[in-house]
């Protein structure tokens, strides 16, 4: 009875009005975000591309690599383009120096504010606006529709288990809709290696769980509506509530709540810390000052060699200072960082209230575009800080940049020109993405949010149904 | 007989429940919104001016006026209580000094990303998404709903005109999905003087604006959820007809048009514009140091032949020359990295503006687009934004570094620190000055560029003309199409 009652349903979808124009709109929809996705990141990588040649090539003008002024980029990734997250207004360009606080600059929508003022069509958008609001115009007259035809009343003149008849309804009306969806899916993804857009196995999976999770998040907005068609007798107001329903939990809860439970747990503005360091810099150089004036070279010393003392003396003061400052740096931001994901993991629970939210952080999380991408880039910078520091005192002899350095230029016409430098020499800079496993361990509650908002609501409507009246 | 109809139409909207829960949630809506928007203004101006404070606070603490920096915020503005616009991501502070460019960096959203993540609500989010659709659906039905209840033909029995019925079915849903709107409104704008937000006489202007552009926005949706009625016999076909003119319009369309425009019109990223920046001034300095050096060996040549006397007594006379050569010279390096940047930043612009106009008149087709520009513009919180703070940056950096170099000259100290070292008395460190503050009571202050209700309306009159447009023709096209309706 179950198969008869599924087929019948998903018979009843596939040929009605309201398919056809959904499948066709969520159809051009779906393909456009792949292709626009696609067209972005290849835009994207090809201005990464030139950015960083335009780095090498100022390398290689240089002859000195103390001069050289090095910056890494955040690359693009395809998933990025796809499910574009906190991306845009993560800063993409860092200006690398060996010692000392990084900072992330240059977001997509300071740069580009266009692309900021109606956002990006990804996937997430099209799954967590779009299609939920079809899963209710499919739905909200699932139940009550029946009665006002006078369907429902005859279909239980037969034996039909009131379970098998709602669970009929819910899989039929899945596995139609799914399965209308997954084909421009495919399509698109099809379309990724066509533009030349390649992605690795391992996005390939990411991807594939990010459909994953829309299509249950689909699943819970079917169920979801087809429960209140079942606690209410008229589709008009079926409609209403569920629009109502919608609103709130696509449009106003994930923001309000992030809104108002971020500002309950207040975290120090960053204008603040960086004030407090530099406070700290400037106590501490005050505090040199007098070491620096009383500076006494040895008797009789040759002015070429005093500046050479003086140049040991002042690098060793400000290395020492550079120790202090990076210290106390580092205790203030972790205190910060430590508060700042105790506001996150705060605003983020309770805006898993709702179930846009649970999607919107699983896809995130799964395309690596969540609140993890800015700590990712910035971890991965500092690493390479490392890296480069050690080759930049390697090259130079000096730890550079953020101590005190002098240099002594000599104009002799006679010598020879000196070479410039090979830009290939510089250590090159890595991005660490989270692997799957992590993305997906970090992605577990969410997914599993998504399944039990499932269950939750099917319960519901199967609750519902059985207390119906069908008259 | 107009006015019964409008009566019936009003009457019957007001006992619905749809009208109920229309008026509860945007009503719940419209309230949560400003009081939020009240917060992070708040939020905002506290930051904004201990920011100005500590900016303070650095410049007392330099040694000298020649290594002064400034920085200079962004100021909030009241109207981002109603539209945010692009205020949270757009850069909010830069730096001032005469070695660097003034670029607005660290945006609110990059700053605190975890707000990023589900974006700002506002009053104009709160009209743009959720008005239009409850619009829809007081009007999906308004026709061919009538016809399918029997009661179209019914009404039509006694004489009544097409036109007269048509006029009442707007007015009178017009009355009552706008009008009870204004309570929340009336007590929104009540919340914000209550927690004495510093709304100027301007800025009432742009909130009437705001509310006016608001009510012709909703207006049109009315006119087409009545023409899509009047073209379509049942209320289902009409009601998924009108959802996916919402979601194309509201949803996609805007998208769509500033996407293709993006893909259109390349421009170059910020960091392919800085490395060539930073490559000009290398080689810059790097020409500037030849030339010195060949400069100081002509210097030499002039001396050669002189015995010690003659050459110390020749350099004590052209010393001051010298001097006032070698600095006009760094100060023609100083000016030729600036005028390149802002050439390189010139070209971008222009070619902004260009992708702008195309995408802004692509993404026009959805008459959304031109209500979300015209409220961003009203509010000041628009594309032009950081053009205009940049601009206003520039100017106001042109008079900061101006007055530095007067206090530095005034000091007759010299920047950064001074080393001497000298065969009788050794090294000597000069670091300019003691241990006191630099006085910042005359410094220049920086003044947000001013955005006047007056300028900004003229900049929003082609999107209002638009949605007037727009209206036209969707009630011509209502009247028309119900001039033909079949009521049977």
């Known amino acids: 009875m179950f198969k008869l009652i599924f087929l019948k349903e998903l018979k009843e979808i596939i040929q009605s009005s309201r398919f056809t124009i959904s499948f066709a709109v969520c159809s051009v929809l779906i393909i456009l975000a792949f292709f626009m996705g696609a067209q972005n990141y290849l835009a994207s990588q090809s201005q990464y591309e030139a950015a960083i040649q335009e780095n090498r090539n100022q390398i290689a003008a240089n002859t000195e690599w103390m001069m050289v002024q090095h910056s890494i980029m955040l690359p693009p990734q395809p998933l990025m383009a796809l499910v574009n997250g906190i991306s845009n207004d993560v800063g993409r360009n860092i200006s690398m120096s060996n010692r000392g606080e990084l900072r992330a600059d240059n977001t997509r929508f300071n740069d580009e504010p266009i692309f900021a003022i109606f956002r990006f069509m990804d996937l997430e958008f099209i799954f967590g606006i779009v299609l939920s609001l079809f899963a209710i115009i499919f739905a909200y007259d699932a139940i009550n529709g029946e009665k006002v035809s006078g369907t429902l009343k005859l279909c239980f003149a037969n034996s039909i288990p009131r379970a098998s008849f709602i669970a009929g309804k819910l899989a039929g009306s899945f596995v139609g809709l799914s399965i209308a969806l997954l084909i421009p899916i495919l399509i698109g993804a099809a379309i990724l290696p066509i533009l030349g857009v390649q992605l690795s196995s391992d996005e390939w999976l990411r991807l594939a769980l990010i459909v994953f999770s829309g299509l249950a998040y689909f699943g819970l907005f079917l169920a979801l509506a087809i429960g209140i068609s079942a606690m209410t007798n008229r589709p008009s107001n079926a409609f209403l509530i569920g629009l109502v329903v919608w609103i709130f939990a696509v449009l106003i809860v994930p923001r309000a709540s992030v809104l108002i439970s971020g500002r309950l747990d207040e975290v120090p503005n960053v204008d603040d810390i960086t004030a407090q360091k530099n406070r700290f810099r400037a106590q501490l150089f005050q505090e040199d000052r007098p070491k620096m004036s009383n500076f006494k070279p040895d008797e009789g010393t040759e002015p070429q060699e005093v500046m050479t003392q003086f140049s040991s003396f002042m690098r060793e003061l400000s290395s020492t200072r550079q120790e202090k400052i990076d210290a106390f740096t580092e205790r203030v931001n972790e205190e910060y960082i430590n508060r700042k994901n105790r506001q996150e993991e705060v605003a983020l629970a309770l805006s898993r209230i709702s179930p846009t939210s649970v999607f919107t952080l699983a896809s995130t999380e799964l395309a690596g575009t969540s609140l993890g991408l800015q700590n990712r880039f910035m971890e991965s910078a500092k690493d390479y800080q490392n890296i480069y520091g050690n080759f930049i005192t390697e090259k130079t002899g000096s730890e550079g940049h953020s101590g005190f350095r002098m240099v002594m230029v000599t104009t002799d016409d006679e010598g020879e020109e000196p070479e410039t430098l090979d830009p290939n020499e510089m250590p090159k800079f890595e991005f660490a993405k989270t692997s799957l496993k992590t993305a997906a361990s970090n992605s577990f509650l969410d997914l599993g949010l998504l399944v039990l908002f499932n269950l939750l609501f099917f319960g519901g409507a199967f609750a519902a149904f059985l207390r119906y009246d069908l008259r | ?488």
């Open chain 2, 1 to 488: 007989m107009l006015s019964l109809l409008i009566q019936k139409e009003l009457k019957n909207i007001l006992l619905s429940p749809k009208f109920t829960a229309t008026f509860l949630v945007c009503s719940i809506l419209i309230l949560i919104s400003v009081f939020i928007g009240i917060n992070e203004y708040e939020n905002a101006v506290t930051q904004f001016e201990i920011n100005q404070q500590i900016a303070q606070q650095d410049i007392a603490q330099s040694s000298n006026w020649g290594q002064v920096r400034n920085i200079v915020h962004r100021e909030p503005t009241p109207m981002q209580i109603f539209v945010s616009g692009l205020h949270f991501d757009v850069g909010r502070l830069s730096s001032i000094s005469s070695s660097n460019d003034v670029k607005l960096t660290r945006s609110p959203y990059s700053d605190e990303t975890l707000f990023a993540i589900f974006r700002f609500i506002d009053f104009a989010f709160i009209v743009q998404v959720v008005l239009s659709l409850f619009a829809i659906l007081f009007t999906y039905d308004a026709i061919n709903g009538e016809r399918e209840n029997g009661t179209l033909k019914l009404a039509f029995a006694s004489s009544v005109s097409r036109v007269n019925y048509l006029l009442a079915k707007f007015i009178g849903i017009w009355l009552g999905l706008i009008v009870p709107l204004f309570i929340p409104i009336l007590i929104g704008l009540l919340l914000v003087l209550l927690f004495k937000v510093p709304i100027s006489g301007s800025d009432w202007m742009s909130i009437l604006g705001l509310i006016f552009l608001s009510i012709l926005y909703v207006t049109l949706f009315i006119g087409i959820g009545i023409l899509v009625s009047a073209l379509t016999r049942k209320s289902s076909l009409s009601f998924l007809l009108l959802l996916v003119i919402w979601i194309g319009g509201v949803l996609i369309l805007p998208r769509m048009g500033v996407m293709a425009a993006g893909q259109l019109v390349e421009i170059e990223p910020v960091a392919q514009i800085e490395a060539k920046q930073e490559a000009f001034q290398q080689a810059r300095w790097s020409q500037y140091s030849e030339d010195l050096s060949s400069v100081w060996r002509e210097r030499e040549q002039e001396m050669e032949g002189l015995d010690e006397n003659e050459r110390r007594s020749y350099r004590d006379d052209k010393e001051w020359e010298w001097l006032e050569i070698d600095d006009a010279s760094r100060k023609q390096v100083q000016t030729d990295i600036v005028d390149n940047n802002r050439k390189l930043l010139e070209d971008v612009q222009n070619k902004k503006i260009i992708q702008q106009n195309l995408a802004f008149s692509l993404a026009r087709i959805s008459p959304v687009s031109s209500f979300r520009l015209a409220a961003m513009n009203i509010s000041g919180t628009d594309i032009g934004m950081k053009s205009r703070y940049e601009e206003s940056m520039r100017n106001y950096k042109d008079t900061f570094v101006a007055f530095a170099e007067k206090k530095q000259e005034e000091s007759g100290q010299s920047a950064g620190f001074r080393i001497e070292i000298d065969s009788n008395e050794g090294v000597k460190i000069d670091f300019g000055r003691n241990d006191q503050t630099l006085d910042t009571s005359d410094i220049p202050r920086y003044d947000a560029p001013l955005v006047l209700a007056s300028n900004t309306f003229g900049n929003s009159i082609l999107d209002f003309g638009l949605l007037g447009i727009f209206i036209i023709l969707s009630f011509g096209g209502s009247f028309i199409a119900f001039l033909r309706y079949d009521m049977r």
